[in-house]
Each structure stands twice: as structure tokens, then as C-alpha cells.
């Protein structure tokens, strides 16, 4: 018995039919990614919040490990003092190795890819053998042979202070940016050098010319507050840059136009020191400008663009 063929009329049904539920079907995909998207943007947002109230380095390690869970099937930060590193906090490991993670310690000299990531002051990626992360660390992750390590060193006035380690599905673009964001933060909370021992004033263009800048020990103690608020300031919201808009910053790099690239960013920042910072002292120096040339352009001002306005004036 043979089957009629459908109708034009139900061809044209069950083709509608066949786009509504396609049509659906990205609709549900598009929201559960963006839901997700919107959840990470979350996570970032209130990690970074938490890595700014942070005192001590503790308490930036027990943050770091948190804000780094979504991005490693296991995660972990270490102090580093001098040759010596040492098991901070731990996170994706159960039993003894979270239990006793805090009494590892090892020389540099141990571990290679430690050593490595301390001297350049730039993440390593490395086998999980005892002589690339030591024995210590090889048996506190149980890694297996071919098992990768991802290091990320937290850097605070050009020295290594402390090391984030990540292994399993890594997503290092985010750890990296989030080790940049607790650097930052940790940084900030020091009293930073001048560039000079003179402070640079920054003065209207329509002023007439200003005297010798004051140096620090000569600014009152509330203008030494407000640059190291301005100072930290800087630093954070440059932080954030990189932490938010990390192919901006590489496409602005790779084309030497880091202001076409950022400019929302970087306007909205200027702007907000110029209002917060600028506006109330005649001692305060664009400090906003120098951590874009120092973090962003790697101290290249050229990088900033033919189109950057320069310093605030």
C-alpha cells in the first residue's frame, strides 16, 4: 500500500515548523550563554571588590584561589620568600594535601618552572614532573605523566612575591588577568616611589609657570593620602582594563593604538581621576597616564597612539 506524498500545504507546515523550532533552539542557546556570560562578568566583578578590601596577603591568597575555582579543575597560590616558596591556599584537592598544603616548602632551586616564572616575572607553562613544580607540589596534585602546570607570578614593584598554580582544563587568559588584578592590589597598598624625587605637577595650560615641585616629604600629610589613594587608583582601574577588555589590550598593542582600542575605558578613567584627584590638589600628578604607559604599553608611551590626548592638563 503506498503512502501519498504530503500536501504542498503540509510541506510548507512542517518546513514553518522546522524554522520555529530552530528558531527556538538558538534563542534557548543564545540566553543560557548569555546568562552565563552575565554570571562570569558577576564572579569577576565581586572578586575583584573582594581582592581591593584584602589586607594582608592571606587573605589576597584565600581570595585568588576562590576567584580562580571556575577557571582550573585545580588551583592554588604559594608565597615566595626569597629562594624559598611555600603552600598558601589550596583549592580542588581533598584529603591530606589540602590538610598539610600549608607546610610545603621547597628552594626555588627544586622546582625549574618556579624558578623560571620568579626570574621573568611572566607565566610558565610546564610539565608536572618533580623537577619542573618540585616533589612537594608533583605529589600534593597527584599529577599524572604529561599532566601540564600553569604559573602565574604575582609581581609587586618588579619582585615575586607570590605564585598562582593551576593545572587540569585551564583557562589562562582569566587566571592571569586575575593575578595581574591581586598584584595590582597589593602593589597599591605600598608606599610607591616617586618617578623622580620631584613630584610632577600638572598644571592648566593657561597657568603661568610653576616653581620646583615639592617633593614627598615636603606635601602635607593629607596631600600624601590623597596621592596614594590617586596611585592606587590608578593601578586598580588599569587592572581592570586588562582584567575586562584582555583583546583590546592585544589588538592596542599589536597595533601600536592602545587609546583607538580602549578609548571608553581609557576616557572614562582619566576622567574619573581628573574629578577625583586632579581637581583637588595643585600637587597631584597624572598618575592615571603613568600606569597606562607603565602596565598597558609596557612602558612605551608610543603604543598609546597618534590620537591619545596625553597627560591631564
Not at 23 to 34: D, G, I, P
Not at 154 to 180: H, K, P, W
Not at 201 to 228: N, Q
Request: hydrophobic residues 45%.
Amino acid at each position: 500500500m503506498s503512502t501519498a506524498a504530503p500536501s504542498p500545504s503540509l510541506r510548507s507546515l512542517f518546513s514553518e515548523l522546522e524554522q520555529l523550532f530552530q528558531s527556538e533552539t538558538e534563542a534557548r542557546v543564545s540566553t543560557s550563554v548569555q546568562a552565563a556570560e552575565r554570571a562570569l562578568a558577576e564572579h569577576l566583578n565581586q572578586s575583584v571588590r573582594r581582592l581591593r578590601q584584602a589586607a594582608a596577603f592571606p587573605e589576597v591568597a584565600s581570595i585568588l584561589s576562590d576567584a580562580s575555582a571556575p577557571f582550573a579543575n585545580a588551583c592554588a597560590v604559594f608565597h615566595i620568600n626569597e629562594d624559598t616558596v611555600g603552600g598558601e591556599r589550596l583549592r580542588g584537592a581533598t584529603g591530606d594535601a589540602a590538610a598539610h598544603f600549608r607546610e610545603i616548602r621547597f628552594a626555588t632551586s627544586e622546582a625549574a618552572a618556579f624558578a623560571a616564572a620568579i626570574e621573568s616575572r611572566e607565566p610558565v607553562v610546564a610539565l608536572c614532573s618533580a623537577a619542573e613544580v618540585s616533589p612537594a607540589v608533583a605529589q600534593a596534585f597527584a599529577h599524572a605523566p604529561g599532566d601540564k602546570a600553569y604559573l602565574f607570578p604575582l609581581t609587586v614593584d618588579r619582585s615575586t612575591v607570590g605564585m598562582l598554580y593551576a593545572s587540569g582544563a585551564v583557562e589562562s587568559a582569566a587566571l592571569e588577568l586575575l593575578a595581574q588584578a591581586a598584584a595590582a592590589v597589593m602593589e597599591a597598598r605600598q608606599r610607591p616611589a616617586a618617578p623622580s624625587r620631584h613630584l610632577v605637577r600638572i598644571e592648566p595650560a593657561s597657568a603661568a609657570p610653576a616653581g620646583p615641585a615639592p617633593e614627598w616629604d615636603d606635601l602635607s600629610p593629607a596631600d600624601r593620602h590623597l596621592h596614594l589613594r590617586a596611585q592606587r587608583f590608578a593601578r586598580v582601574k588599569v587592572a581592570e582594563i586588562r582584567l575586562y577588555r584582555p583583546d583590546a589590550v592585544k589588538a592596542g598593542r599589536a597595533q601600536q593604538e592602545l587609546y583607538a582600542a580602549l578609548q571608553d575605558a581609557i576616557d572614562e578613567g582619566r576622567e574619573s581621576f581628573r574629578q577625583t584627584f586632579l581637581t583637588a590638589s595643585p600637587t597631584m600628578v597624572d598618575y592615571f597616564h603613568l600606569e597606562l604607559v607603565r602596565t598597558l604599553a609596557n612602558d612605551n608611551p608610543a603604543w598609546l597612539g597618534g590620537n591619545y590626548p596625553g597627560r591631564l592638563a
